[in-house]
């Protein structure tokens, strides 16, 4: 079974949460503060952390910047704000991924088993219609073949391996891969995504078909095609 910690400075919501996922075989944890949970995770382990940003005393970000320092445990951010400066504030501070209040059961559903997904297979290999990642050696194979990527080139192929579907800001992906305290420019990411392409397809990949632009937005590895 698998343990979540629930962390809102209501008790209804905490009730609401445990209601909807305890049936789905989820063992929830129960804390009304961030310095609770804190203390909670000195002494006993968690599979994920539903992280509520509003609380008093200590904010989910501040918060979510601590749990950092010391545990890897996926976090998603529960929040009443959808701007993307306060999205891209979550995952600046270690965020795996948000959902904004009021939620629908079922993404919230969807979005937790995604993220522990993805923690499960953040060892090992991730293979994609011949493409083989091999995260351990660093390397990257389309039947076998080997192609050479840099390490950032890898690190958005890990990225979007493990996120299929999933839409990321060019913002994103600079603080995902050279972390929030780089400057980095957005046209960086595009040179690196079209060298990206450009590689699988001369391994005879058909990249086009599935590292896709999102105009305005960004970029998305689709499985469809």
Same mark, same amino acid.
């Given at each position: 079974?698998?343990?979540?910690?629930?962390?809102?400075?209501?008790?209804?919501?905490?009730?609401?949460?445990?209601? /909807?996922?305890?049936?789905?075989? /989820?063992?929830?944890?129960?804390?009304?503060?961030?310095?609770?949970?804190?203390?909670?995770? =000195?002494?006993?382990?968690?599979? &994920?952390?539903?992280?509520?940003?509003?609380?008093?005393?200590?904010?989910?970000?501040?918060?979510?910047?601590?749990?950092? =320092?010391?545990?890897?445990?996926?976090?998603?951010?529960?929040?009443?704000?959808?701007?993307?400066?306060?999205?891209?504030? +979550?995952? =600046?501070?270690?965020?795996?991924? /948000?959902?904004?209040?009021?939620?629908?059961?079922?993404?919230?559903?969807?979005?937790?088993?995604?993220?522990?997904?993805?923690?499960?297979?953040?060892?090992?290999?991730?293979?994609?219609?011949?493409?083989? &990642?091999?995260?351990d050696s660093f390397q990257l194979r389309y039947y076998g073949k080997e192609i050479s990527l840099t390490? =950032?080139?890898?690190?958005?192929?890990?990225?979007?391996?493990?996120?299929?579907?999933?839409?990321?800001?060019?913002?994103?992906?600079?603080?995902?891969?050279?972390?929030?305290?780089?400057?980095?420019?957005?046209?960086?990411?595009?040179?690196?995504?079209?060298? &990206?392409?450009?590689?699988?397809?001369?391994?005879?990949?058909?990249?086009?078909?599935? &590292?896709?632009?999102?105009?305005?937005?960004?970029?998305?590895?689709?499985?469809? +095609?």
């Open positions: 079974m698998r343990t979540l910690l629930l962390v809102d400075d209501e008790p209804m919501m905490l009730d609401l949460l445990e209601l /909807y996922l305890s049936p789905l075989g /989820y063992s929830c944890i129960k804390k009304e503060s961030a310095k609770n949970a804190i203390n909670h995770l =000195k002494s006993q382990s968690v599979d &994920l952390i539903l992280l509520d940003v509003m609380m008093p005393e200590m904010d989910g970000w501040e918060a979510c910047q601590e749990i950092r =320092k010391y545990w890897d445990t996926p976090i998603i951010m529960l929040t009443a704000m959808s701007e993307k400066t306060d999205i891209v504030k +979550g995952l =600046k501070h270690g965020a795996d991924d /948000y959902i904004t209040k009021p939620f629908d059961e079922e993404e919230l559903t969807a979005r937790i088993e995604a993220v522990l997904r993805r923690q499960k297979s953040d060892s090992g290999k991730i293979s994609f219609r011949g493409l083989t &990642l091999d995260q390490p =950032k080139e890898f690190g958005m192929m890990s990225l979007f391996l493990k996120n299929q579907n999933k839409v990321f800001t060019r913002e994103h992906l600079i603080t995902s891969i050279w972390g929030y305290d780089v400057s980095t420019e957005d046209r960086t990411i595009d040179s690196h995504v079209r060298n &990206l392409r450009e590689k699988l397809r001369k391994a005879g990949f058909p990249a086009d078909e599935h &590292l896709i632009t999102v105009w305005g937005v960004g970029y998305k590895w689709t499985g469809q +095609g």
